[in-house]
């Protein structure tokens, strides 16, 4: 992929092509949580159904959720609605999503215990049966991206059962006894790249790899952690299914972005709102497409200011292959006016 592949038959999306290589006049569109809780639709459905898993679980109502915010805005990719604790889920942790808490994993994973879960890979069925329902209804020219998360971010959450400030548990677990870490990670490495195919095969054009919490690594841990199971999750998926892109979203990662870049094989790069986009376009190689990279709170504000913000990041990335986005996800909070604000400007060109 990349640059130098551009060759290769990609169908006519502008995000797919722009993964490909090309350069738009405007960049391709898509924000990260775009399907979620500031839309009163999903709202809607969530109240129905009684809550996120239920909804996940639903594949006729994940399916429409996928497809709400593209029926609002011209958006040019549908991200499947899931969530990246699946995969635990999966390997037999039980999860529960408490409102007002976040998620919930049980038993943590701190004292080893990987070997007493009882594998529960049905459980990613239904998130295939959601991927061939949106992939019936979505338009040809919109691409439809799949995810998981990095094996790191994923085991801050077997590890702790719960998200924690800075990932404290799983940091000293990976010192105090790092072959038995290495073993949880090449597990959830394992099971992920069997979903990512999964999610291929039943539809999914590309697929990212979200890595939420890789800023809280130390170098060489980040090396062994973050960089080494995401490039053999790139491998993976290059090797049984050529063509279809990986892009890597290492958040927090800083100027450690640029090893990230490298060494992991990833197609292109997300940014997070933290990274200068002139810092980027200077340090990500010129023919890796990028993502990225608005402040969240610049939307939630809207006005001028988010004005200035996105005009700055269009017009440093110009000549290379962009996907605008959020440098994370849309916040609950955020009026809808100020999406639609959002891709004008950006349709425009800025
Ligand atoms: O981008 C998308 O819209 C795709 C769907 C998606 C969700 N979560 C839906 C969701 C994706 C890609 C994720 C990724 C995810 N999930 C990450 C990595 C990216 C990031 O946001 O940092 C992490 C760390 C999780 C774990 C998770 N899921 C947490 C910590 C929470 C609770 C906090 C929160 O934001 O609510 C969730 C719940 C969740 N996942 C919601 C959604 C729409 C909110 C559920 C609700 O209350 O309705």
Redesign the pocket.
């Known amino acids: 992929m990349g640059g130098d592949t551009v060759q290769t038959a990609v169908r006519n999306a502008p995000l797919l092509e722009c993964l490909a290589g090309k350069v738009h006049p405007t960049p391709p569109m898509w924000m ?6 500031y839309l009163p639709e ?1 709202r809607a459905l ?1 109240a129905e159904k009684g809550g ?1 898993l239920e909804l996940v679980y639903d594949s006729p109502s994940a399916a429409e959720i996928t497809l709400q915010p593209l029926k609002r805005f011209e958006m040019d990719a549908a ?7 699946i995969v635990p889920y999966a390997m037999g942790q039980n999860l529960q ?1 408490l ?1 007002g808490e ?2 919930h994993l049980s038993p943590t994973l701190v004292d080893h215990a990987l070997e007493s879960l009882v594998p529960a890979h049905e459980r990613l069925d239904a998130i295939y049966e959601t991927v061939r329902l949106v992939k019936a209804d979505l338009a040809p020219e919109k691409a439809f991206l799949g ?1 998981a ?1 990095s094996a790191w ?1 994923v085991a801050t ?1 077997m590890v702790n059962g719960e ?1 924690s400030k800075d990932q404290h548990a799983t940091r000293a677990y990976a010192y105090r006894d790092p072959q038995a870490f290495q073993v949880l990670i090449d597990a959830i490495v394992d099971l992920t790249i069997t979903y990512l195919i999964g999610q291929i095969d039943a539809g999914v054009d590309a697929v ?1 790899i ?1 890595d ?1 919490w890789s800023g809280s690594l130390s170098p060489a841990q980040f090396e062994r952690w973050v960089i080494a199971p995401n490039a053999r999750i790139a491998a993976a998926i290059h090797e049984a299914r050529p063509g279809i892109p990986v892009i890597g979203f290492p ?1 927090g990662a800083g100027e450690k972005l640029a090893a990230y870049a490298r060494e992991t094989g990833v197609d292109a790069l997300g940014l997070d709102e933290t990274i200068d986009p002139v810092w980027a376009a200077a340090n990500i190689p010129a023919h890796m497409p990028v993502q990225g990279n608005l402040d969240p709170l610049a939307l939630l504000a809207g006005g001028e200011q988010m004005e200035s913000a996105v005009r700055h990041i269009i017009r440093t990335f110009e000549g290379r292959p962009h996907i605008f986005n959020l440098g ?2 849309i916040l609950q909070q955020t009026p809808i006016e100020h999406v639609h604000a959002l891709l004008t400007l950006v349709k425009q060109g800025a």
Do not use: C, E, N
């Open positions: 990260m949580r775009q399907a979620g809780r999903y969530r996120f991200i499947l609605f899931s969530d990246i604790l999503f409102v976040g998620p995810f998360g971010t959450y998200g990212q979200f939420s958040k994370h996800g």
